[in-house]
Nanobody, 128 residues
Framework: QVQLVESGGGLVQAGGSLTLSCAAF????????TGWFRQGPGKEREFVAAISGNGRRSISADSVKGRFTISRDNAKNTVYLQMHSLNVEVTAIYSCAMRGAVENSLYCHVEASRYDYWGQGTQVTVSS
């Protein structure tokens, strides 16, 4: 009943920046904890970052700390992922996910199983 649609992916040169968006729609609902995951070629899906429903707290994987920033604008039902200093290693399909219930602990949301709704993903390709 809730749909998530990612956008903003594309091809960028190493060292460049990109901002991804995740828009939620599909009826009456309130924004819950939302996360970003990615899956590169031949790799398993991995956690990137997550943000609480009210945007007060956020966490991120060690591999992206200092370079990626997650944020949200609930007035627009949208979550963002700002990515800087991109390198080839971050090439992947990036997907956003949102939980259907209020979170008890944001740190639980590094696990994909905590989420109820998933977007189809947006491709990010970094060229060297």
């Amino acid at each position: 009943q809730v749909q998530l649609v990612e956008s903003g992916g594309g091809l960028v040169q190493a060292g460049g920046s990109l901002t991804l968006s995740c828009a939620a729609f599909g009826g009456s609902f309130s924004m819950k904890a939302t996360g970003w995951f990615r899956q590169g070629p031949g790799k398993e899906r991995e956690f990137v970052a997550a943000i609480s429903g009210n945007g007060r707290r956020s966490i991120s994987a060690d591999s992206v700390k200092g370079r990626f920033t997650i944020s949200r604008d609930n007035a627009k039902n949208t979550v963002y992922l700002q990515m800087h200093s991109l390198n080839v290693e971050v090439t992947a399909i990036y997907s956003c996910a949102m939980r259907g219930a209020v979170e008890n602990s944001l740190y639980c949301h590094v696990e994909a199983s905590r989420y109820d709704y998933w977007g189809q993903g947006t491709q990010v390709t970094v060229s060297s």
